[in-house]
C-alpha cells in the first residue's frame, strides 16, 4: 500500500520525494512490462498456437466471473481482492542501503502482480489474459503506465508527497478502484459474449 506523508517543505526534501516516487513508479512499469511479456512469449504463445480460440475465450470469461464475484465480495468485506498478503516491508527503508534502493524495490515487488495483495482481480485477470495469448506482450507496460500516471499527477500538486512503506496494517483499499475493476470485468464479459454471439 502507498501511504502518503509529508517528506518536509524544503526544496531538496521536495527533489527527494519527487525522485522517490519517480524510482518507484518506473520500477513498478519495468516489472509490470516484463512479467507480461514473459508469460504471453511463453505460455502465452504455446496456448494460442495449441488450443482453439473458443476455449481460450471461455477461460478468459470463468476468470472474468470468478474476478467479479471476488472483487464482489471484496467491496462487501472492505478487504483486497485474493493475493498474497504481504509488500516490501517497513524495514527495509532502515537497513543502511542507500535510499533508492527501498523504492526500487517496493515497486519492482508491486509490478510483478504475484507477489503482494491485489485492490483488483483485474492485476490477475492481465495475467490470465497473457497465459491464453490474449493480450499483446507490451499491455504489461500499459497496467503499469495506469500506475505511474496517476502518481505523477499526485506529484504535481505544490506539496509533492513521498512514499511509506506500510508494514502495519493497512487503511483499506479504494472503493472506487475496486468498482472500476468490476465494471471491467464485467464489459470484458460482455465484449466475449458478443464476440460468440457476433454482431446482430
Do not use: N
Not at 47 to 53: L, S, T
Not at 68 to 91: E, F, H, N, W
Not at 98 to 126: H, K, M, N, Q
Request: glycine fraction near 10%.
Amino acid at each position: 500500500m502507498i501511504r502518503p506523508f509529508v517528506q518536509g517543505t524544503s526544496p531538496s526534501g521536495r527533489r527527494r520525494a519527487r525522485t522517490y516516487l519517480l524510482i518507484l513508479a518506473a520500477a513498478h512499469v519495468a516489472a509490470a512490462g516484463l512479467i507480461v511479456f514473459l508469460l504471453s512469449q511463453t505460455i502465452g504463445a504455446a496456448v494460442q498456437q495449441h488450443a482453439p480460440a473458443a476455449l481460450r475465450l471461455a477461460l478468459v470469461g470463468v476468470a472474468s466471473v470468478a474476478g467479479i464475484a471476488l472483487d464482489l465480495r471484496a467491496v462487501l468485506r472492505r478487504s483486497y481482492s485474493v493475493g498474497l498478503d504481504r509488500q516490501t516491508p517497513r524495514a527495509l527503508s532502515h537497513s543502511g542501503m542507500e535510499w533508492w534502493v527501498t523504492p526500487l524495490i517496493w515497486g519492482a515487488d508491486t509490478g510483478l502482480i504475484l507477489t503482494t495483495y491485489r485492490v483488483s482481480f483485474c492485476s490477475w485477470l492481465l495475467l490470465v489474459l497473457a497465459a491464453v495469448g490474449a493480450a499483446p506482450p507490451w499491455s504489461g507496460l500499459l497496467y503499469g503506465l495506469s500506475f505511474m500516471v496517476p502518481l505523477l499527477v499526485a506529484m504535481s500538486r505544490p506539496e509533492p508527497e513521498a512514499c511509506d512503506v506500510d508494514g502495519g496494517r493497512r487503511a483499506g483499499p479504494s472503493p472506487a478502484a475496486q468498482w472500476l475493476g468490476v465494471a471491467s470485468m464485467v464489459a470484458l464479459c460482455a465484449g466475449l459474449v458478443w464476440l460468440q454471439r457476433g454482431p446482430a
